[in-house]
C-alpha cells in the first residue's frame, strides 16, 4: 500500500512539479529501510511528502492562472487599436440616441383627419391646424392614398381601373382630369375629388386613416 502511494507521488511530482533531489531522496530513503521502526519513519515521510507535493501542485496551478490572466491584460492595453474601438463604441452610442430621438419625433396622427383640395396645405391636423393629412392608408385594401394636385377624378372611373392600375400614375393619369383648385385622392378600393376642407368622419363610405407622420 505504502509503496503504491509512493509511485503515485513520484508521477505527481515528475508531472506537474520541478524534480527536487533531496524530496525524492527522502522518499527513496523509507522504501529501502527493513526494521518496525524505519517502518514508522517511511510512513510519516510518506505524510509529509504527500503533503508538500499538494502543496507544490496548488502553487503551480494558481502561478499558472495569475501568468495567463497577467497575460491577457497586457494583450488589451497593448492592441494598438484599443483607444479607436472605445471611440467607435461611443459614437454608435451617440448614433443610435439620435436615431431613437428622431424616431420619437415621428407617430404623430390627425386629430381630426381633413380631406381638402389643391389650396389646403398638407399636414397634421388639428382643431387649430387645419391641414389635410397626406399620410392616409386604407384598411380595407392596406394600399396608402395617394392624391394629385389640381386634379379630379373622371366620372367613367370604376373599382376594377383602381384595382388593376394602382398606385403607379402613368396609368391612373388616362382617368384624370385637370381641375384647378381640386385634389385627387385614391387608394385601391375607393377614389375621391375634393374641391374644400372636409372632415374625414363626414364620409362614412370612406376606410381611410391618419398612417401617422
Known sequence: MAEDLDELLDEVESKF?????????????????????G?????????????????????????KKEHDLDSLINEIFEEPNFDKKRFKLKSKSSGNTSVRASLQGLGKSC?????GGSTVPCGIGTNTSQRACDHLRCIACDFWVVSYNDYGWDKSCDYLFFRNNMPEFHKLKTKLV????????????????????????????????????
Not at 41 to 63: C, P, V, Y
Not at 111 to 115: C, K
Not at 189 to 200: F, H
Request: hydrophobic share 25%.
Open 178 to 213: 385637370k381641375k384647378k383648385g381640386t385634389r385627387a385622392y385614391a387608394c385601391q378600393c375607393s377614389w375621391r375629388t375634393i374641391e374644400e376642407l372636409i372632415d374625414l368622419q363626414t364620409d362614412h363610405h370612406l376606410r381611410w386613416v391618419c398612417g401617422k407622420h
Open 17 to 37: 512539479c520541478r524534480p527536487d533531489p533531496l524530496k525524492l531522496g527522502m522518499v527513496e530513503r523509507p522504501r529501502g529501510g527493513g526494521g518496525g521502526g
Open 111 to 115: 386629430s381630426p383627419v381633413y380631406l
Open 39 to 63: 517502518g514508522g519513519g517511511g510512513i510519516l515521510s510518506n505524510d509529509r511528502n504527500r503533503a508538500e507535493a499538494k502543496e507544490n501542485l496548488r502553487s503551480t496551478e494558481t502561478f
